[in-house]
Every structure is written in structure tokens, then in C-alpha cells.
């Protein structure tokens, strides 16, 4: 009790700091009336002990009552009147069901926010006011959609351990949300649709007669996000990766990289990013380097010239921010690659899409609008709610950090292996605390946990699931897992680096693809990640479509850096980027994924697919070189 009163309740310390500061001036006050004070200033001082003494009290009581919490018996009756033998059954069988003097036995959609309010009756009116002096529920609710709201009902007692857990069905807890949200705080039902802008593509021409050079390109990832919120804290930088490779076509064809040069450039309507997020501002505090406005972190700026390797070009991490000049929402800006000779003669010419998405569900629970076009970005007020929610449990002081002129970088305390940041060796890494953390909020909700945060809703302006796998039904969770599973396997690997912040968010969840947290398979963050062939066995066609707890051995292993068979091409380069896979459609416009796919051989499929080798051999193929069960007819038409 003791722990939870001075540790585990911040709203206490007020009560505590009153009744730690009154005790010595009511013990003064007492010795003077002891001596003798005139008249005149004893009734005065007898009205001042009389308040202060009331506060007294009320601090006192305040303790009290919060020592008892969530229980009014402990170990025996929730603050709610719920018994807790009784959560169990409850939660199993529905709230409503079980309760005797309510309406709505059963939910509709017609009746969602009335049953929503006999649910707040039964099981936040005892404690939560509604505009009332005492706890506030529109005061304390008013940052969060009700989305938000069902998922801080999903784990309350796990981040607030004086409040009971929620007693209802999954289905009850959504009703509940959407009435404190929508009738109380009169916001807007979150499930609105927003549709992605339209992109218009032109697809580069070529001639399977003429040309001689196939240019192949792609993405490093099919989707990037980063965070536009430098001004108080920063997770996610602008910067995406192209890679290109340039083929000679013939009966054996040639990869390309010498005496040849591979220009790139953006299109013009992103051409200026500064203009649109405040990162070039904001980068000497928080990263202590002196970046050049609208220069990547690589030094790489939006047009140059690609960097050779041994079989193909890279341009390292290019400033692209999902804005357009005009200020408006685009997470899939177009780049175009120019193929030169040493004479500055054209050989080959294509264009590719380079998504980067600032969508993110940080506003969810965190309040606030979206920054940009009320469809994505970070506004200041989500960004502050984010850094006072972290002091608040964190007993940090980050709030007044950014406010002092000096903006958060998220990785000076958490490690991230993919921006090769060391953090702090005493703290959980950036993708282990965020998920280990918020999974106590998703858990049981498949794959709309992941698009709570990440930018691939279905409703959503920027949808960045858009490969092979998304058109067959498939999900976030088929590849990756539920958020608490992929939670569990990033927290066993820093419980393993004796972090004890990881033994006390996995001892929270309860693993949901296997029986017990001892069979999930540790993993690093961004190198032990899921892999095509552990569905896909030997090249052939899947026997399940579930790949959770397998991962990669290191980063030469990622689909992004490995090759084929002869160690020339890269996987990508034929098949696309990761969750972009070919056949991919994008949702602004369906041919902006398959790009090179159309300009080459006139279908969205792989390259090369059905048997078409001869658009780099020129002449058909009877042997499978780059890997095997290529030779068959592409069968997910």
C-alpha cells in the first residue's frame, strides 16, 4: 500500500506535500495558543488554524482513501461495488448481461451510446464526476479520441494500479469510449474514412526491340515513417533509401557499374522540405551536427548522383518529407533515375515511388489534431502530451527540457539499431520500450494495434500496406505477430542484457500465438525480423501463411539485403519493396508501386515472372539461376 501511495499514484503527491507542509504549522499554531496572543489576534488565527486544519483532514482523507484503492475491501471489492471473484465471469459474459438494473441487455448500433452510459454509470460514477469538482471524467478524457479511449480501458490497471480493471466485454469497453468520447467530449467518432489524394504517374516508355539497358529501382523500404515534431521531440528523421542496378541486356546479360553514371531527382513538388517541417532548425540540439537545409543525414540532398557498390547504386537516405509545396499531404513522392554514359548519353530511365508517412496514432491517445490537412503529422499539443504522459510516468522532466529551447531526441536514453544510436545501456532500445509499453493498451486487437500507431490504416491517407500479401487478406500480424507477441520477443532479448524495465512489462502480457512467454524466440529490433522463406520453403508455395517466432539470423539475411542465387540482384529489385511487394496497389494511384513492372513487360507482376527471362536474357530460358520454382506461372492473379 505504502508503494502505491508514494510510487504508484502521481495524483496523490499533492495530498501527500499538504499534509507534510501543514503538520509543522499546525503544531506552530497550537503552541500559540498555548501562550498568551491578545484577543484581537486569536479569532483570527482560530479561523486560519480552523481552514488549515480542515485541509488537514482532507489531505488525510485524501491518502486514505487513495491508500484503499481500487479496492473499497481489499482483495475483495473493486471501488466499482464489483466483487473480484465476479471480474472474471463478468468480463466473459458481458457487463450488461450480468448487471440487474440496466436497459440494454445487449448492444446494437443503435443503442451503442446509451448502453455506453449505463456502463459509465455502473462502473465510473462511483468515483468520476461528469463536469463535476472531483475527478473530472470530461476534464480527464478530453485529449483522447475514443479509440484512444478503448485502449487505455484495454490496460488501465496496469499503468494506474489505484483504478479497477475494466468489467465487460471487448465489445462493451468500445460503447463506453464512444460515449465518454462522443457525447461527453462531443469529438468525432474516429472510424472516419479519409481518403488517400491522387498521384498522378507517368510510366517511362521502352522499346523491347531498341533499348539495350533495363533500370531497375527501388526503395530500400516499402515504407518509411519519420516524425515532424522536432520542435519538442524527435523519434523518426526524414530520410529514405533508393537503390537502382542497370542491366545490359543479352543472351547473358551484364550488371552494370562502371563508366556509367546514375543521376537521381525528386520531383519538383518536394524538391524544398525545409519549407514544411522545422528538422533543419532543430538538428545541431538534437543531434549536434549542423545539417545544410533540405541535405540528409547522409549529406545527400533531393537530386545528385547515386553512389556505386559492387552490383548496384545507392542513394542514402534522401530528406523526403510526406509534403508538397503547396503544404499539402503526399507520403508517396516519385524519383527519377537517369542512366549516363561517360558522354552524358541516356542508356536507360525509369521513375520510383520513395513512400514516407508522418500518419502516425501518436494523436489517438494523446490528444490534439493532425498537424497537416487534418490527415497526418504530429501537432505541438500531441507532441507535449507525449513528453508530459513520459514525465508523469517516467519521473522525468522532459516537458520542461523542450520548453527551456531544447527538444528531446528520443534515442539519447533508448538505443535504435536502425539509426545506429547507443542510447543508454541502462534503458530498454526505442522499439522494446515503445511496444512493450503500449502493448498493455492493444493487446487482443490484431492487426488494428498496429494501425493505431503505424501509418497502414484502412481508413487512413496514407494505407501503407500495399503489396501481394495485403490483396490476399493478409495481415500485420501473419508475418510480425500480434503487438503483445512482438512485444514479448523484443523485452526476452533486453531481459537477456539484465534490463529490469523488461521483466516488468513482459510480466504484464500474456503471449497469444504460443502457451507460455518461455517459447516466444528473442529478437533484436530491425536484424531479426520475418522472412519470405519461412513461408515460402525451398521457393514453393506456402503450406501456412503465419511466420512468428522465426526471424532472421543478422542484417545480411533482411529481404531488403539479400540477393539471388548468382549474389547480383537484389531480391527487390525483381519482386519490390518490403509490404509493396509485386503486385502491389497503391491507393493513390495503382500503378505508382509497379512502376517498372508496367514500363517493362505491360503487367504489375514480378519481373521476369511467367516465364519472361527475355527481357534482360532476350531470348527465352530453360534453366532457373536466380532461384529455383521461377520458371512457373505466376499463380496470385
Known sequence: METLIFNGMPEMQRFISGFILLSPILIIGGLLFISKIPGRASRPIAVIMLVLGLAYMGCFEFIREGGRRPYILRNHMYSNSLLQKDLARVRRNGLLKEAKWVQNKHITPANTLEAGREIYNILCLPCHSINGPLNNITRLSSIFSDKGLDALLSGVEKTHPYMPPFAGTGEERKALAQYISTTLNSKQNSDTTTEPAPVSVAVPAFDREKDTYVLLAWSDMGMRSMTDSSGD????????????????RGETPEIITDDVTLEYETARDFSRPAEQVDFWKNASSLLGLKIPVNTGLSGSKLSGVMQPGESSFTAQLLPL???TSAGKYQ??????????????????????????ATELGCRN????????QSRAGISGLTAQNVLAAHDKLSGTGLVAQAAGGKPVLCQSCHSD?????PGNDSQLNMSAAIHGFHANFLKGKGASACTSCHPASENGATRAYRGMHHTLEMDCTNCHGSLTDHALSLLKNEQRAGKKRAAV???????????????????????????????????QAPEEDTTFNRWTDGEAALFRNRTDESGQLFCSGCHGSAHAIYPAMNPANEKLDVIQPL??????LPLGSNANCALCHTIPMQEEMHHPNMLREFRNL
Open 417 to 421: 539499431s536502425n539509426g545506429n544510436h
Open 321 to 323: 518529407v510526406p509534403y
Open 331 to 356: 507520403p508517396y513522392p516519385t524519383v527519377s533515375i537517369t542512366a549516363r554514359d561517360t558522354r552524358g548519353y541516356e542508356l536507360a530511365r525509369t521513375v520510383v515511388v520513395a513512400p514516407i
Open 365 to 372: 491517445c494523446h490528444g490534439g489534431p493532425w498537424r497537416v
Open 505 to 539: 512489462l513482459a510480466g504484464r502480457l500474456q503471449p497469444e500465438a504460443v502457451a507460455t512467454v518461455a517459447e516466444i524466440t528473442p529478437r533484436k529490433p530491425w536484424i531479426n525480423e520475418p522472412d519470405c522463406l519461412f513461408c515460402h520453403v525451398d521457393f
Open 233 to 248: 521531440w524527435l523519434m523518426l528523421p526524414p530520410g529514405q533509401t533508393l537503390r537502382a542496378t542497370l542491366i545490359l
Open 599 to 604: 514500363q517493362y513487360q505491360d503487367n504489375a
